[in-house]
């Protein structure tokens, strides 16, 4: 049965583990992790002994952590907020207190790891999702490293799932790669764009090349353009101006998100569905890509702006 709500049958075959996530008290975390969490808890798919730790730096009890959680939650859920389930569901998760920078902070989890670890009979899977801010990414990875956090006990695994965006330039990009290969094996890295998981973009493959009517007519003769637009209703909501203020709508959207979409909507039809064949084929995409490498072009086809208060439609 459910353990989170009696009525519901768990269906999920996936192995239980401990769920770290670092910034556990951004934007990210409450409107979008913990709701999806909270919506396979919903649907039973969520692993029986699951344990959920929030890593951040606010001065937080469990029960405050958990009361913010429950608040957005309330507000943003697909499914909706079952008191009796979330209690169940919330049980699990714990907040944990540290600079993302303070080694004692690391050695603090790790104990706390190993002791979930011990009242579940042994070792255990450990999952670490990076969900803070972009300049935390290298000391989050390097600190896993030196506690050895990222090393997995015998017959289980530990892995890590890193949040755009993956660096701010090619070097960057680069540099964190590095950075995450030399923590974890590439197999136990998972780079995630959120924007993939959406249902649009799911059935984007399966409209194009299952499904005979469409297919054929998917080229320059019949479609003259595609236009992708990005609608935001949210604006700097949570915080994030200072996000903004040094990444930019372009970096945080347009590189990953809207890249993705295009990618999804310009590919040719990959030899097979595997992670692989897609990525080969998104490849071919941006590589053809016409480049804006001029100022001129750029001025041309570019309108930026910045964010500054003030309200639309009376928000």
């Known amino acids: 049965m459910n353990p989170f709500r009696e009525d519901l049958v768990t269906r999920s075959s996936a192995e239980p583990c401990t769920l770290v996530i670092f910034g556990a008290t951004g934007d990210l975390t409450h409107r979008k992790l913990i709701p ?36 957005v939650n309330r507000a943003v859920s697909r499914t909706p907020h079952d008191e009796r389930l979330w209690d169940g ?33 042994g070792k255990g899977n450990r999952l670490f999702y990076i969900a803070s801010a972009p300049e935390f990414f290298d000391e989050i990875l390097n600190q896993l490293r030196k506690t050895g956090l990222n090393r997995a006990a015998e017959g289980c695994w530990s892995r890590v799932i890193v949040e755009k965006p993956f660096g701010t330039d090619f070097a960057t990009a680069r540099h964190l790669n590095r950075v995450v290969n030399a923590t ?31 297919e054929p007519l998917w080229n320059s003769r019949h479609i003259s353009h595609v236009q992708i637009t990005c609608a935001e209703t949210l604006g700097m909501e949570g915080g994030r101006g200072a996000y903004y203020d040094s990444a930019g709508a372009l970096r945080d959207m347009v ?46 086809n570019v309108v930026r702006a910045q964010y500054t208060a003030g309200h639309v439609d009376g928000r």
């Open 36 to 71: 999806a969490l909270y919506h396979l808890a919903a649907d039973g798919d969520l692993p029986v002994g699951v344990r959920i730790i929030g890593f951040a730096r606010r001065a937080k009890s469990d029960d405050q952590f958990r009361e913010g959680l429950a608040e």
């Open 184 to 214: 974890f094996r590439e197999r136990d890295t998972y780079r995630i764009d959120h924007y993939l998981g959406k249902e649009t973009a799911q059935n984007l493959m399966v409209l194009r090349f299952a499904n005979a009517i469409f």
């Open 89 to 121: 569901f919330i049980r699990s998760v714990t907040y944990h207190c540290s600079e993302f920078t303070d080694a004692d902070g690391y050695a603090r989890l790790a104990r706390s790891i190993e002791a979930i670890e011990a009242a579940r009979g």
């Open 255 to 300: 590189q990953n998100h809207l890249l993705q979409l295009l990618s999804l909507v310009a590919m040719e039809p990959p030899t097979d569905l595997g992670a692989d064949g897609i990525r080969d084929e998104k490849v071919k995409v941006i590589r053809s890509l016409r480049r804006w490498d001029t100022p001129e072009k750029v001025a041309a």
